[in-house]
């Protein structure tokens, strides 16, 4: 039990550290280093046409290259027979993404905040208030799943039996679900693309809540030797008030973003 319970406190570590910046994309952002992409393969055909790269995009239309111009702004910066560099972003960027293909840096790559400060001028302040706010919050979160982990030690160590530890894994099971309805409420709305990575969360999300309520059914139900103590009590409920509100928050995304 306590293996496991370690293996999710690392699970959920881990999904806090990366700050869920390459879970939740804005859908310009997707649609931004997708075209860039798709200009990578047609400029891999001019090439071989032309034995030289494109330098400006309609030499590569005839190759099936489009994007929606009114959400992405691409640009071929210089093009020869040895190589090019293009770059690519959100022709009205929220989130202070660039991408870029540059034959003498190694090829596809994302722009660090120096270089990006090239490209996103007069928003990039607000943005990056606005990335403070979040890491706010997500320190916020951490602070709380801190809580909830040392909770759960005190209680595993305190209470770890065969009689309990159907109890210990429902609220063991619960947690990584809690740490994904955090996520998901705080990071998720229409603009954001409901990738297959966000889906894959949150259906296991809703599975572990399942595991987890019938898991503390069974606590409940199971004949016990002695009456449970207090704070056993306040475990199941506290259990079984993040499985319920965990659960609705899975139905709910899955409902309105699918």
């Not at 075209?35 to 309609?58: P, R, S, V």
């Not at 706010?136 to 909830?148: N, V």
Request: glycine fraction near 6%; hydrophobic fraction near 45%.
């Amino acid at each position: 039990m306590t293996k496991l319970f370690r293996f999710f406190t690392c699970a959920i570590a881990l999904f806090f550290l990366t700050s869920c910046s390459n879970i939740f994309e804005l859908d310009s952002d997707v649609q931004a280093r997708q075209a860039l992409f798709d200009l990578m393969e047609a400029q891999d055909k001019f090439y071989q046409d032309n034995n030289k790269y494109a330098g400006k995009l309609f030499e590569i239309e005839k190759y099936n290259f489009k994007y929606h111009t009114g959400i992405v702004y691409m640009e071929i910066e210089q093009a020869n027979k040895d190589g090019y560099r293009a770059i690519s972003l959100p022709a009205e960027s929220t989130s202070a993404r660039v991408f870029a293909f540059d034959s003498k840096q190694g090829g596809f790559y994302e722009m660090d905040d120096v270089e990006v400060s090239r490209y996103v001028l007069g928003a990039l302040r607000q943005i990056r208030e606005e990335r403070r706010k979040g890491n706010l919050s997500d320190f916020t979160a951490w602070i709380m799943m801190g809580g909830m982990v040392f909770l759960g030690l005190r209680f595993i160590s305190k209470y770890k039996n065969a009689e309990n530890n159907p109890l210990l894994g429902a609220y063991l099971f619960c947690l990584f679900p809690l740490a994904w309805s955090i996520a998901v409420l705080g990071k998720m709305n229409k603009s954001i693309v409901f990738s297959s990575q966000v889906s894959l969360l949150t259906w296991a999300s809703l599975f572990l809540v399942l595991v987890s309520f019938a898991l503390g059914c069974k606590w409940v139900f199971r004949k016990k030797e002695a009456p449970p103590q207090p704070s056993l009590l306040s475990l199941i409920g506290c259990t079984m008030l993040i499985t319920m509100i965990s659960g609705g928050v899975m139905v709910y995304t899955l409902i309105t973003y699918t």
